[in-house]
């Protein structure tokens, strides 16, 4: 069979030009990077400190830990947390005493003076805000993103997301998911939340995000114990060293850094197109 002049040229425009085209060349540019990977780290513990540092700093890279003041860490060993910010590091909000909602399922452990079924919505919103403060107090920095408490958004039926737009660059939720560059709500931010999964398995989602130039949020409490949601400490490091490896196509930085981008990217898109992405 041959193939006209005519019919080729078809195939390439349809190609080439196929809907959707340009915008997917807009969303692979994370940085100059074909896709981004924001390592979060929850609850200020020591293990942050003693094991993950170590490794994050050996290999160069810069995550983001979401502290409540009051984690028994950070008021014992406030001096390395300063460190860990003044090398880049991102001190993310977590609140003051990280109220959650008692009632919903498996929060037995949510104490009732920080039952945030008890608190009313300005009282929520003023500890966000206060722990803002004490975190610039300690890194000096005025943009930061928050992380919400056990992916609570609001209180009974009233959200405080809203309220906080202003205050972050961003908000990580805990819904599962990949973030496209100019489709993602900056206010819920997806991410996985690792627990006991292998290496592999959150390997397989680092080269999904590459293949869909996606933003990839891992979400940690525990590395090699202190906290029930965990993951070994070996598959933690072996993860590392994948992404090392992928580390010239992958943008890996603090989620207040990939955020701020995701902003501005936005913005020009709203600029060029005349009118709003998709929040
Ligand atoms: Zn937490």
Request: aromatic share 10%; charged share 25%; net charge positive.
């Given at each position: 069979?041959?193939?006209?002049?005519?019919?080729?040229?078809?195939?390439?425009?349809?190609?080439?030009?196929?809907?959707?085209?340009?915008?997917?060349?807009?969303?692979?540019?994370?940085?100059?990077?074909?896709?981004a990977?924001?390592?979060?780290?929850?609850?200020?513990?020591?293990?942050?400190?003693?094991?993950?540092?170590?490794?994050?700093?050996?290999?160069?890279?810069?995550?983001?830990?979401?502290?409540?003041?009051?984690?028994?860490?950070l008021?014992?060993?406030?001096?390395?947390?300063?460190?860990l910010?003044?090398?880049?590091?991102?001190?993310?909000?977590?609140?003051?005493?990280?109220?959650?909602?008692?009632?919903?399922?498996?929060?037995?452990?949510?104490?009732?003076?920080?039952?945030?079924?008890?608190?009313?919505?300005?009282?929520?919103?003023?500890?966000?805000?206060?722990?803002?403060?004490?975190?610039?107090?300690?890194?000096g920095?005025?943009?930061?993103?928050?992380?919400?408490?056990?992916?609570?958004?609001?209180?009974?039926?009233?959200?405080?997301v809203?309220?906080?737009?202003?205050?972050?660059?961003?908000?990580?939720?805990?819904?599962?998911g990949?973030?496209?560059?100019?489709?993602?709500?900056?206010?819920?931010?997806?991410?996985?939340?690792?627990?006991?999964?292998?290496?592999?398995?959150?390997?397989?989602?680092?080269?999904?995000?590459?293949?869909?130039?996606?933003?990839?949020?891992?979400?940690?409490?525990?590395?090699?114990?202190?906290?029930?949601?965990?993951?070994?400490?070996?598959?933690?490091?072996?993860?590392?060293?994948?992404?090392?490896?992928n580390?010239?196509?992958?943008?890996?930085?603090?989620?207040?850094?990939?955020?701020?981008?995701?902003?501005?990217?936005?913005?020009?898109?709203?600029?060029?197109?005349?009118?709003?992405?998709?929040?």
């Open positions: 069979m041959t193939i006209k002049p005519f019919t080729v040229t078809i195939i390439f425009l349809l190609v080439v030009y196929r809907p959707g085209y340009a915008q997917d060349q807009q969303q692979a540019t994370w940085n100059h990077k074909q896709f990977v924001a390592l979060t780290y929850d609850d200020g513990l020591n293990v942050h400190l003693d094991k993950v540092i170590p490794v994050l700093d050996s290999l160069g890279f810069k995550a983001t830990f979401y502290i409540p003041c009051n984690s028994p860490s008021t014992n060993r406030l001096a390395e947390w300063k460190a910010a003044d090398h880049g590091h991102e001190l993310g909000n977590h609140s003051i005493f990280h109220p959650c909602a008692g009632k919903s399922k498996g929060r037995a452990w949510v104490r009732p003076a920080y039952d945030l079924d008890h608190y009313t919505l300005s009282q929520m919103i003023d500890e966000i805000r206060l722990a803002n403060t004490f975190l610039r107090a300690i890194d920095r005025t943009k930061r993103t928050f992380a919400y408490t056990c992916g609570d958004m609001a209180i009974g039926d009233s959200s405080f809203d309220s906080l737009k202003n205050d972050f660059v961003a908000a990580r939720g805990v819904t599962a990949m973030n496209l560059a100019n489709r993602t709500d900056l206010r819920d931010i997806r991410s996985y939340t690792v627990d006991g999964q292998s290496a592999e398995v959150l390997i397989a989602l680092v080269d999904r995000a590459k293949k869909e130039h996606a933003l990839l949020v891992f979400l940690f409490h525990g590395v090699g114990g202190e906290h029930p949601i965990n993951i070994a400490l070996k598959e933690h490091n072996k993860l590392m060293r994948y992404l090392k490896q580390e010239p196509e992958a943008w890996i930085a603090p989620l207040a850094d990939i955020a701020a981008y995701m902003s501005r990217f936005k913005q020009k898109s709203v600029e060029k197109q005349g009118f709003p992405g998709r929040e």
